[in-house]
């Protein structure tokens, strides 16, 4: 093997060996954020089912950016807050998160869960969100999220 080509490859295993050491420093998270922001997802909920929508709202930053199901984006906290009061008022109830995973970086974290509510139909709808969130003055705010429903299937032919 060449000398350049042997000493790429041991300068490249330096940078891998590196990293490898450096990254569970970097993936554990601190067991408190990832409670604190399990518990923000119980409040989320347990504020929707209360039919508090401006409850619901301060769970997100000012400068929140809440793109919805159906391609719908509100922008700042207002606009999260009033989508949630027409939620309620159009009889969206009992709504219940799962978490399914949270990552926290310093004090930056993401959250992917579950969903789960009852229309004004009474049929059951679920869904997924995904949220980026920042810890300000100590609290997990989520600054952008991203929100699903899953549609049922189609009716058979």
Known sequence: MPTHIAMRNIIMAGVVSTFAA???????????????????????????????????????GEDVVYYGPLG??????????????????????DMTVEVIEIDV???????????????????????YHLAILEKTDGEWMVQRTLVNVVMPPPPAE
């Open 22 to 60: 450096l990254l569970p420093g970097v993936a554990v998270a601190d067991p408190q954020d990832v409670k604190a922001i399990e518990d923000r997802l119980q409040q989320y909920a347990a504020r929707f089912n209360q039919g508090d929508a401006e409850a619901v709202s301060r769970l997100y």
């Open 105 to 127: 970086l310093d004090d930056t974290a993401y959250d992917l869960a579950r969903y789960t509510l009852i229309s004004p139909e009474g049929q059951p709808l679920a869904g």
């Open 72 to 93: 719908r984006v509100f922008h700042g906290r207002a606009a999260v807050a009033a989508h949630y009061q027409d939620n309620l008022a159009a009889g969206f109830t």
